[in-house]
């Protein structure tokens, strides 16, 4: 009986940075057990350990030796593989030279009535000890990283300097050798708390030795240390502190023994805006802010170390005197930003270029106003209103060059909002710069005010319409610009009730781009546009839970605006979900009278050549044709299928009581004509066609 073995394997390196680390990791539980049963050496569990400067494999009972294994495979017809006379062919050389063996050893097997040639390779077991060095080392060079470097003399690349290996099986060091190194048992442990090098003894034992060396191997135990913490200085301080879980991560995984500190900075700095400070804090030194019971920001901010705990006191007094000086540029920006209103630095956006096409950002900005005022005569806005959204677009852009949003990025907009109300503006255009942004992803909140949400609307609808204008367009693998962000945005607003028409506003979007002189082919790229709308509708749709057929029918009725596209999707859905029987009605309606159609004679019925049952349904056709109208008018769509579902009854009368392919001809065509005019009651709101149900 063989014996099952402790497998460890560590790559020990210059710290790696945070996001990518934890990519790593996430490969690695792919990797490591691939590269393994690739191979066939038989084992347990794999575990995956990493911190900033080491990467670890743990795998349980492997084998002494791998599985032999015999392959057999199938080749050509024995007809193909043999001529008349009974020797190989060509066909048959390939396949044994293809899979190893000689011609001599293939053998003829019948398969289904069918005689083909088969090869049988046996694979022989080999000791899984003479293997890992290979398979080891295949891991190293299998993870893929954003950017690796090379070091030293050395040819191989990592993402940084590999200085160290571990590699064991059992008490036996497996010799894996890398970049000049080749592995051994000694580790090492927290840089400063305890840097070794440390012996292990045996592979089991690797995880051990780590971790009495300061250091928290995963990725996990040192978030929950994070979180505990955290907590306690919750407790302490009486706040409650924000976490970002992109922060979060990143914390996470540059420290191998993270300690959650304390630190105050002056009361003075929180009459700087509080998202400069957040930025200041958060974004730039990777500090956690801290709010009070009424949610506003306290002069508390939480550190997590990656020092000696015993000199706790020093380490916060450093990342004090670190704050100090970053909300102290903070303040001064702010301040001399103040002392020029908002609209000064419009001209200025001259020096900041949006695309090298498409011109600066103040050309943007003309556009973005231009955009605006067309959306807010679209949704019927006041004078007022109307009056606002063109200033605030006019003046959404503009906190782009001042010192604030020059040295702290993430606060664009939201400066411009400040900047905004210091020089007097109202306070829905500063709301509405503040917003413009809105939403910036899936699931955020669009802006509050429809004035917010067409400055928002206008800011990326230009973006996208510039970019596909030139060429610039989002591909299968690559969205640089974010357009598809933008889209998702634009139609989340449509939804939320903003009262314009997507296809109007990009007319007039590239409308702007033409005035200005950009060489398009504007029908192409409206139709790109459009196509590129309903892409994004169709997504969001099948993300949240409806069918793709459903989907489907709606767009062939060739309706292209988003609010439109998800209304009649969704009652479409709601019908057959929650009324089934009325959708029962609509399917099989609109099926049987589809399948007899003949769209070449019209619609135009002759009631002089109809009976009973055929002027009842052209009344109640009518009757419907109209109620849906009115429906589809006041986007009442639930309304306009209700109208379709009154149309079974007459319907079914009909095919009971009248033969269609009546022999004499005009009678003929003109229930035929009926059948068209009936169907076209339909063609409005969803073609059946496509629904799975409607094959019943």
């Known amino acids: 009986m063989s014996t099952l073995h402790t497998l460890a394997f560590e790559i020990g390196t210059e710290e790696i940075p945070a996001f990518d680390l934890h990519k790593a990791t996430l490969q690695l539980e792919k990797l490591v057990p691939a590269a393994l049963d690739e191979v066939r050496i038989p084992h347990g569990d794999v575990a995956i350990y ?47 030279r293809g899979k190893g063996v000689d011609v001599e050893a293939l053998e003829r097997r019948e398969e289904n009535g069918v005689e083909y040639v088969f090869a049988t390779r046996s694979v022989p077991a080999r000791d899984v000890a003479e293997l890992l060095p290979g398979v080891l080392e295949g891991v190293i060079g299998g993870i893929s990283w954003p950017k690796s470097c090379r070091w030293g003399t050395t040819s191989e690349y990592f993402s940084r300097p590999v200085r160290w290996l ?35 003894a045996t592979a ?12 928290v191997t995963s990725e996990q135990a040192r978030e929950q240390v994070i979180r505990v913490g955290v907590a306690q200085a919750e407790a302490q301080t009486g706040a409650r502190a924000e976490l970002p879980e992109k922060t979060l991560l990143e914390v996470t995984n540059l420290c191998e023994q993270p300690t959650v500190l304390v630190g105050t900075f002056d009361e003075e700095f929180l009459r ?9 804090m958060l974004m730039h030194q990777r500090y956690f802010p801290l709010y009070d019971a009424n949610d506003k920001l306290t002069n508390n901010f939480i550190v997590v170390s990656n020092g000696d705990p015993a000199h706790a006191s020093t380490i916060i007094d450093g990342n004090e005197r670190v704050v100090r000086a970053r909300l102290s540029d903070a303040k001064f920006f702010y301040e001399e930003d103040l002392k020029r209103p908002l609209e000064a630095y419009v001209d200025r956006l001259d020096e900041v270029v949006f695309q090298e096409t498409l011109g600066t950002m103040k050309a943007k900005t003309d556009r973005i106003v231009a955009l605006a005022k067309h959306l807010a005569c679209d949704a019927r806005l006041s004078e007022a209103d109307a009056a606002d959204a063109e200033r605030a677009a006019y003046l959404a852009k503009a906190d782009l060059v001042t010192n604030a949003v020059v040295e702290f990025t993430s ?19 500063a709301r509405a710069i503040a917003d413009h942004y809105r939403p910036r992803f899936s699931g955020d909140e669009p802006p509050a005010s429809n004035v917010g949400k067409i400055v928002a609307t206008a800011d990326k609808l230009d973006t996208i319409c510039g970019l596909f204008a030139v060429g610039q367009g989002p591909t299968g693998s690559s969205d640089p610009f974010a357009l598809r962000r933008s889209a998702i945005g634009i139609v989340a607003m449509l939804e939320a009730g903003l009262p314009v028409s997507l296809a109007a506003a990009v007319d007039a979007a590239l409308s702007t781009y033409q005035a200005a002189g950009v060489a398009f082919d504007r029908d192409a790229v409206r139709a790109e546009v459009s196509d590129f709308f309903v892409t994004r509708t169709k997504v969001m749709l099948r993300d949240g839970g409806c069918s793709p057929d459903a989907v489907d029918a709606v767009l062939a009725t060739g309706v292209e605006e988003p609010a439109q596209i998800i209304a009649r999707t969704r009652a ?37 050549l109809a009976a009973d049952a055929e002027r009842a349904l052209l009344s109640a056709t009518d009757e419907a044709a109209a109620r849906v109208s009115e429906a589809l008018a006041a986007d009442d769509y639930a309304a306009a299928l209700a109208a379709l579902s009154a149309l079974r009854a007459p319907i079914d009368a009909f095919f009971e009581d009248v033969m269609i392919m009546d022999e004499d001809q005009a009678v003929r065509e003109n229930r035929l004509r009926l059948l068209n005019r009936f169907v076209a009651v339909f063609a409005h709101v969803a073609d059946f066609g496509k629904m799975a149900k409607s094959a019943k």
């Open 50 to 96: 990493t911190t900033p400067r080491r990467l670890i494999a743990m795998v349980s009972d492997v084998a002494d030796t791998t599985e032999a294994l015999d392959e057999v495979f199938r080749g050509p017809s024995a007809k193909i593989a043999f001529d008349a006379d009974g020797n190989p062919t060509k066909a048959a050389a390939g396949f044994a």
């Open 166 to 200: 571990v590699a064991m099986l059992d008490e036996r060091v497996v010799p894996v050798s890398f970049a000049g190194l080749t592995a051994g048992n000694l580790t090492r442990g927290h840089r400063f708390l305890a840097p070794g090098p440390h012996e292990v």
């Open 204 to 215: 089991a034992n690797l995880l051990n030795v780590v971790e009495a060396a300061h250091v």
């Open 272 to 280: 700087v805006p509080e998202e400069i400070i957040v930025d200041a």
């Open 411 to 429: 606060v664009q907009g939201v400066m411009g909002s400040y900047y905004a109300e210091a020089a007097n503006e109202s306070d829905q255009v």
């Open 572 to 608: 479409l859905e709601a019908a057959r979900t929650n009324a089934p029987d009325a959708f029962d009605n609509l399917a099989i309606a609109y099926a049987r009278a589809n399948n007899l159609r003949d769209a070449k004679l019209g619609t135009d019925v002759d009631e002089a």
